[in-house]
């Protein structure tokens, strides 16, 4: 019944992490997509900001599952499996960082196409443009802000996840020097047990010997005796 149980807890959580590894595997490709819509959008402002606003909201999403991935390689009882996972979670964040640098240039493409078509709009004048061309330099500076802050959110998690590898490397490595060191006591008490044998079978051959001996002078006292009652009560033989 608890093997059953433990299996079925295992299963489950393997169902978890595929779940989650489809859900980044399809904010991934949702953002790749948003990118390159953005890299073609040549205005208006509007449709550029909704397109950052909807990259933004998939990149929360895709950190929060990276991050529930990483708590559940935590979670797993094989250290092989938590490693496995550990591993596929390293490589979603710099995919991530990745696409966080696509987002950006992608940005800075829009703004140069955005840039050229108000030049031309501005040359049959018109306030309004001057106005939507402030917009949009101001709106793209604040684009450029919230995706270098991504970036830095993005560097600290590595950063994190870079010690806590450090963390478990520390870990295995005390656990080999305590495995090193258990092997050397088994080796000491099985040298101290061969030795105890040798001596109980010392002390056994020696246990016969003295009873072979005691043997041997009771026989010669008994024969010892016998002679003398024979001289004494048949001299004459």
């Not at 529930?68 to 390293?90: F, G, P, V, Y």
Request: some cysteine.
């Amino acid at each position: 019944m608890v093997c059953r149980t433990t299996t079925e807890m295992a299963s489950s959580q393997d169902v978890h992490v595929r779940i989650c590894g489809q859900e980044i595997i399809k904010y991934d490709l949702e953002i790749k997509a948003l990118i390159q819509d953005i890299r073609e959008c040549p205005g208006p402002q509007s449709v550029l900001m909704d397109f950052n606003s909807q990259v933004k909201e998939r990149f929360n999403q895709l950190r929060l599952r990276i991050q529930n991935m990483e708590q559940m390689a935590k979670e797993q009882d094989r250290e092989t499996e938590k490693q496995a996972i550990l591993s596929e979670t390293e490589s979603n964040r710099r995919q991530m960082l990745s696409n966080q640098t696509a987002w950006r240039k992608a940005n800075l493409a829009c703004k140069l196409s955005i840039d050229n078509l108000e030049k031309d709009e501005l040359l049959y004048g018109g306030d309004s443009t001057v106005r939507q061309r402030k917009a949009t330099k101001e709106s793209l500076v604040q684009t450029s802000g919230d995706i270098t802050e991504s970036l830095m959110s993005i560097s600290r998690m590595m950063a994190q996840s870079v010690s806590q590898s450090e963390e478990t490397i520390g870990t295995l490595a005390t656990s080999s020097r305590t495995v090193l060191e258990t092997d050397e006591e088994f080796k000491a008490m099985t040298g101290t047990i061969h030795l105890g044998r040798k001596l109980i079978s010392k002390y056994n051959r020696r246990e016969l010997t003295d009873k072979l001996l005691i043997f041997l002078a009771v026989a010669l006292f008994l024969a010892t005796v016998l002679y003398i009652l024979k001289k004494r009560l048949f001299p004459f033989i």
